[in-house]
């Protein structure tokens, strides 16, 4: 079976931590090799990048210059982590990608779309996720999720922020239904575990009939 690439994205406190790890062993149960990220991070430079971002003294950041900084962590992590898996057959599954990116970034704080649409086709050219997993809940369920835990410097953000992003993960979905697979994650893990192995089943019936 060649490799595949699965993504999950989402807004804060919907689970995509949990999610990925049921993912990773899911796969692994099947016998497939794989490699599991994330975004910001994945690499030495990425996980720098995520750390001052997320946590360091530099007060406001433009959508620009927060997608030149994941870009640029993005090009690195693709040529020394998601590309060579690929290539050699395993499966990433990484927490958030470039949809992130439109979403923060473009939605959430307004940069320009054709700006990060270059700086996209730059980075990654055709190279698309294969399977993305969306997971959704209402913004106030996931805020109210991480509400005991210490802000960063995208959780300091008020509502109308994470709203935007959900409405462009929303839309994005509705444009990408045979890539993106929104789940309801205001529900229990059982239930949530439910779909992503469904979904998980179908994809791997469908990803390896042409070896078959």
Same mark, same amino acid.
């Given at each position: 079976?060649?490799?595949?690439?699965?993504?999950?994205?989402?807004?804060?406190?919907?689970?995509?931590?949990?999610?990925?790890?049921?993912?990773?062993? $899911? %796969? /692994?149960?099947?016998?497939?090799? #794989?490699?599991?990220?994330? @975004? &910001?991070?994945? =690499?030495? +430079?990425?996980?720098?990048?995520?750390?001052?971002?997320?946590?360091?003294?530099?007060?406001?950041?433009?959508?620009?210059?927060?997608?030149?900084?994941?870009?640029?962590?993005?090009?690195?992590?693709?040529?020394?982590?998601?590309?060579?898996?690929?290539?050699?057959?395993?499966?990433?599954?990484?927490?958030?990608?470039?949809?992130?990116?439109?979403?923060?970034?473009?939605?959430?704080?307004?940069?320009?779309?054709? $700006? %990060? /649409?270059?700086?996209?086709?730059? #980075?990654?050219?055709?190279? @698309? &996720?294969?399977? =993305?997993? +969306?997971?959704?809940?209402?913004?106030?369920?996931?805020?109210?999720?991480?509400?005991?835990?210490?802000?960063?410097?995208?959780?300091?953000?008020?509502?109308?922020?994470?709203?935007?992003?959900?409405?462009?993960?929303?839309?994005?979905?509705?444009?990408?239904?045979?890539?993106?697979?929104?789940?309801?994650?205001?529900?229990?893990?059982?239930?949530?575990?439910?779909?992503?192995?469904?979904?998980?089943?179908?994809?791997?019936?469908?990803?390896?009939?042409?070896?078959?």
């Amino acid at each position: 079976m060649l490799g595949a690439f699965i993504t999950l994205e989402g807004i804060e406190g919907v689970g995509k931590s949990t999610a990925l790890n049921y993912v990773q062993k $899911f %796969l /692994q149960a099947a016998g497939i090799e #794989v490699v599991a990220t994330r @975004e &910001p991070g994945g =690499t030495s +430079l990425g996980e720098i990048v995520r750390e001052w971002i997320l946590e360091g003294a530099h007060g406001e950041l433009s959508g620009e210059l927060e997608a030149l900084l994941m870009f640029a962590a993005r090009s690195h992590h693709l040529e020394s982590v998601i590309k060579p898996a690929l290539a050699a057959g395993h499966f990433v599954v990484c927490d958030r990608f470039s949809d992130a990116t439109f979403a923060y970034q473009g939605a959430g704080r307004g940069a320009d779309l054709n $700006f %990060l /649409q270059m700086l996209k086709q730059a #980075v990654q050219g055709s190279l @698309e &996720p294969d399977l =993305t997993f +969306l997971l959704d809940a209402p913004v106030n369920v996931g805020l109210n999720r991480i509400s005991d835990r210490p802000a960063d410097h995208f959780e300091r953000e008020a509502a109308p922020f994470f709203e935007r992003i959900r409405n462009h993960y929303l839309g994005l979905a509705k444009e990408n239904k045979d890539r993106i697979v929104t789940i309801d994650a205001n529900r229990s893990r059982k239930a949530i575990q439910g779909d992503l192995e469904r979904y998980l089943l179908r994809f791997l019936k469908s990803y390896s009939a042409p070896d078959a």
